[in-house]
């Protein structure tokens, strides 16, 4: 029984660590962006005959931090990026997924081309009284899953895939956003922290 018992706890830890593993780090969009730009610096021409230690170093000051905080976001993004994007993409698919809309949902797609990752969010837009309610859903769940992102671009669209609302909002807005309060602020609240919204049919 006690060797039973200890089988048990060992295969336990070690599902634990897989997942922890599976999961990766957590970045954050400040980590990100100073990643994208010690890549788009390494770059610089200027910078070629440097090794390693020096080029972070002059990259850093040009950002207005240290080098030994540059250093660190460059160790904890560059092995998770290859799949950063797509662990991104399903992170913020599973937080609409605990939404009322998650059957609405039509498409997530994280851009991490630049050093603004921006989320692009498409679902099937519901009755119009409650659209304010579903934009504050979609930038909830961007909060929640999307660490690396900046901007959420979102919008919703008819049978005909015309767009019939749509809006942007940054990090530090969709960050306020509680999505237990979404029924209760969405409309008095919550919308007023969207950008460039459009209503009615446009494209």
Request: glycine share 6%; with cysteine.
């Amino acid at each position: 029984m006690k060797f039973h018992s200890m089988s048990v706890c060992v295969v336990m830890l070690l599902g634990a660590a897989d997942g922890a593993r599976a999961a990766g780090p957590t970045v954050t969009a400040k980590e990100f962006q100073l990643f994208m730009d010690w890549k788009d610096g390494s770059e610089d021409p200027r910078l070629a005959k440097d090794n390693e230690a020096t080029r972070v170093k002059k990259i850093a000051k040009s950002l207005g931090v240290s080098a030994a905080d540059l250093k660190k976001a460059i160790d904890k993004v560059e092995p998770a990026f290859s799949s950063l994007k797509a662990e991104t993409e399903a992170a913020i698919r599973a937080e609409l997924d605990k939404t009322p809309i998650k059957k609405q949902l039509k498409s997530v797609e994280v851009n991490i081309d630049t050093a603004h990752a921006v989320a692009l969010v498409k679902w099937g837009c519901g009755d119009a009284r409650d659209t304010d309610k579903e934009a504050s859903w979609v930038a909830a769940a961007v909060a929640a899953g999307g660490s690396i992102v900046k901007t959420a671009a979102l919008w919703c669209v008819n049978d005909g895939d015309t767009k019939l609302f749509s809006a942007k909002i940054g990090r530090d807005a969709f960050e306020r956003i509680d999505l237990k309060s979404v029924d209760r602020f969405a409309t008095s609240r919550y919308i007023k922290l969207f950008e460039d919204v459009k209503r009615g049919p446009h494209t």
